[in-house]
């Protein structure tokens, strides 16, 4: 725990790449961080951060922890393949808190021993899915809470963007199912963190996963059923073959008192909301300069409250279990070609598996530190 009359929490950022620098302003912003450090394998990356935010670069996560052991919590912004190894080899090797992108680690089994791992070293693990901070969500999740919506009868997620084959090739990870993942764990999963976080947990799943538009291993179409534990039940379409722009990505309740409907680029807009359609305007966020939308600077405010006060974060270990546990259960259930239960489904034949060669290209040699 941070004690000394809320001292400043050492930051560092680990991957600089789309989304560091989103992290970046949302720490610069902050009074509760100081951001001591970025780092990139890729050192131009680096340096283009540390000089918008005045702070240094290393191309070495170990050389950074090693000059700055006053470094407390890291911002781990990699392939999300590679989260599972940066996260165990960091908290093994300097014992650090560690925030960590979307989708937290590819398999329950991944999540399991690094929040064990965590635990050992009397870590913190910060997960993020920004999209739950979003006005809209809020909304909807207090009126399935207090019953103003009634019981949920079924749920729609519908995710139609455009990812042309130049967006996978822009990286060797992008695609692949050892550290990318498709549409379902890459874009979609949001959407299914959102459905059990509105709408309950799901007992079971059957999932037709499909290669369509572009040249990758990986789904970049996905089309399923489930049903909840509450006895709800739901249907999800998510792509990213959609041609020629993003269109939509919504996600929908249809319940006993009412409907409920979030679209926007990043579920920022409540589009339906039977129980007052004048909360449709007023919990309604412009995203379009920011596609990333607010929810990290939020979740940065609850890290510092998590760390300063040594209160547990909204996000533990059951909550991001559940969430992988899920989005496993999809690829399982096209895998075996049949319904999946969720719980007990373990984990997924090819999402997360190592490629050796692959996660060559992102590890951090310990050799040539100073
Ligand atoms: N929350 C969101 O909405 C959101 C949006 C985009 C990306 N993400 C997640 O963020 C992560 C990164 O995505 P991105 O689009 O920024 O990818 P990116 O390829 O643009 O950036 C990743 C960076 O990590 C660097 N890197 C890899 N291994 C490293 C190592 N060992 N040490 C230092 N740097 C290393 C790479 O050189 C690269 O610059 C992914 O897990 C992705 O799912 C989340």
């Known amino acids: 725990m941070i004690n000394t ?33 970025v780092c990139d394998l890729e050192i131009n990356k680096a340096e283009q951060y540390s000089k918008e935010f005045d702070t240094l670069a290393y191309v070495s996560y170990h050389q950074m922890f090693i000059e700055n052991p006053q470094i407390n ?7 999300s393949g590679m989260h599972y190894e940066h996260v165990l080899e960091i908290l093994n090797c300097y014992k650090k808190n ?17 929040y064990s791992e965590a635990s050992k070293n009397s870590c913190k693990i910060f997960p993020i899915f920004q999209n739950r901070h979003n006005l809209a969500v809020q909304r909807v999740l207090k009126a399935l809470k207090n019953g103003e919506l009634g019981k949920i009868y079924s749920v729609a997620v519908r995710v139609r963007w455009c990812r042309p084959q130049r967006y996978y090739d822009l990286a060797p990870w992008r695609g692949t199912f050892s550290l990318d993942g ?14 059990r976080y509105l709408g309950g947990e799901i007992q079971k799943v059957c999932s037709l996963n499909k ?12 089309v399923a059923v489930f049903e909840f534990k509450n006895g709800a039940i739901g249907s999800l379409e998510i792509t990213t073959a959609a041609r020629p722009l993003d269109y939509e990505a919504s996600i929908s309740f249809v319940c006993e008192s009412g409907l409920a409907q979030i679209g926007g680029i990043a ?16 919990k309604s966020e412009d995203f379009s300069g920011n596609v990333y939308g ?8 609850e890290i510092a409250i998590s760390l300063h006060e040594n209160k547990d974060f909204p996000i533990n270990l059951n909550d991001v279990l559940s969430t992988i546990q899920l989005l496993n259960a999809f690829y399982i259930s096209d895998e075996k070609k049949s319904w999946v239960n969720v719980n007990g489904a373990g984990d997924s034949l090819r999402l997360g598996k190592i490629d050796e060669y692959l996660a060559s290209l992102y590890r951090t040699d310990k050799v040539n530190i100073r």
Do not use: W
């Open 5 to 37: 009359n809320k001292e400043k929490i050492k930051i560092a950022v680990i991957g600089c790449g789309r989304i560091a620098g989103h992290h970046c302003r949302a720490i610069i912003a902050s009074d509760e961080f100081e951001l001591v450090a």
């Open 73 to 79: 919590i890291v911002a781990i912004i990699t392939p």
């Open 98 to 114: 560690i925030i960590v992108e979307k989708p937290t680690f590819m398999t329950p089994n991944q999540v399991f021993s690094a």
């Open 182 to 195: 498709g549409c379902l764990a890459n874009q979609g999963i949001h959407h299914i963190d959102l459905l």
């Open 211 to 222: 290669t369509l538009g572009s040249k990758i291993e990986v789904e970049d179409t996905a």
């Open 267 to 282: 579920v920022n807009e409540l589009q339906i909301f039977t129980p007052d359609p004048n909360e449709c305007e007023k």
């Open 294 to 301: 607010n929810g990290h600077a939020k979740i940065y405010k």
